[in-house]
């Protein structure tokens, strides 16, 4: 899979989702935790500002910015357009993650679980039921078995939620990251 078309296709999801966000919805609680849409939103737009800086100048910071826009929806909007136009650009082929090197593909691939995946909660905290396509989750799937490790578990992400038996890739994906709303029990 090719990590631009797989970043792409998730901002196409995640954008999707974005768009639902409606005003006064910010206190909206999300499957995140403790983290209401605002704050889910604000870590996006950081998500979104490190890949953009690792997409344009070789190498993303240790500390995340404060979102500084009003509207983080439309904010979210234009980010996804820059880190788009960066990528199409032609990246390096390195990026460094504080002084550690890293191919850049793979870090577009864990991008794109970022925001595919946020893209769902956003989706969620929005009261819209919005899968994320299969054919997507099934390609994020490996990437999230590659990146989560079992010390991630409760701290970044939940323990893995059981499946039943014909859950598709979707739901897979979003179990495996620990999000339980992602299909009937």
Known sequence: ????????????????????????????????????????????????DALHEGLTGGSIGLFPGRPG??????????????????????PGERVLVGELPLDVRVM????????????????QACGRARPIPASLAADLLPVARCVVAEEDRGVRFADPVPLPARAGSDARLLAFLGRRDSFPE
Do not use: Q
Not at 2 to 30: D, F, I, M, Q
Not at 112 to 117: D, L, Q, R
């Open 69 to 90: 826009a009003v509207d983080l929806a439309c904010a979210f909007r234009t980010r996804a357009c820059a880190v788009l136009g960066a990528w199409a650009a032609g």
């Open 1 to 48: 899979m090719n990590s631009g078309e797989l970043l792409e296709r998730s901002l196409a999801y995640a954008l999707g989702s974005v768009a639902g966000v409606a005003p006064g919805s910010l206190e909206r609680g999300t499957p995140c935790g403790e983290w209401d849409l605002r704050e889910l939103l604000g870590h996006l737009d950081d998500s979104l």
């Open 108 to 123: 577009a691939a864990v991008g794109s679980v970022e925001i595919a995946v946020h893209g769902w909660d956003v989706a």
